[in-house]
């Protein structure tokens, strides 16, 4: 059964960016590549055309991969986000009541998360204890390395 998968437009945008250069730069390099292998006579020996072969395969299985997720895709309606609640695409700042310090993150899908710019994929550890709470409140939340306690100073959009 195919699952829907959940993104942004700007993150769906890139995916069908993606699957069109594979599609309109990648599939048209690869064929060459078997061409010019073919012209070199015996295909039975020939590790050129061979290695030409197994790259056109990975790439229709990418394309085909990529074309399944789109068309299982969804695009998040950010106008009926809660903002007082934490939830998909709201950017939380935290304090760790341990050692003081504060974070911020934007929850976002999974397939865009991008811990350098501070998104954080909400099925993570982190993200799943977050969910739902508002400002002011207190959670414990499990990660690897034990519990940590957070208080929810500010959720925007």
């Known amino acids: 059964m195919n699952e829907v998968k959940y993104f942004?437009?700007?993150?769906?945008?890139?995916?069908?960016?993606?699957?069109?250069?594979?599609?309109?730069?990648?599939?048209?390099?690869?064929s060459q590549q078997i061409a010019e292998a073919r012209e070199k006579g015996d295909l039975s020996e020939n590790a050129e055309y061979d290695a030409a072969k197994n790259a056109q395969g990975m790439l229709e299985l990418r394309i085909s991969k990529l074309e399944e997720t789109l068309s299982n895709a969804r695009v998040i309606d950010e106008s009926q986000i809660d903002e007082n609640k934490i939830s998909i695409l709201t950017t939380v700042r935290i304090r760790n009541?341990?050692?003081?310090?504060?974070?911020?993150?934007?929850?976002?899908?999974?397939?865009?998360?991008?811990?350098?710019?501070?998104?954080?994929?909400?099925?993570?550890?982190?993200?799943?204890?977050?969910?739902?709470?508002?400002?002011?409140?207190?959670?414990?939340?499990?990660?690897?390395?034990?519990?940590l306690s957070f208080e929810i100073m500010e959720i925007s959009r």
């Open 97 to 147: 009541l341990k050692n003081k310090s504060e974070m911020a993150y934007t929850l976002v899908p999974e397939n865009e998360a991008d811990l350098k710019n501070r998104k954080i994929s909400v099925n993570s550890p982190v993200a799943r204890g977050l969910l739902g709470k508002a400002v002011g409140e207190v959670v414990d939340i499990e990660v690897p390395a034990g519990v």
């Open 8 to 30: 942004t437009q700007e993150g769906l945008n890139k995916l069908r960016d993606d699957l069109e250069k594979l599609k309109s730069v990648e599939r048209p390099a690869i």
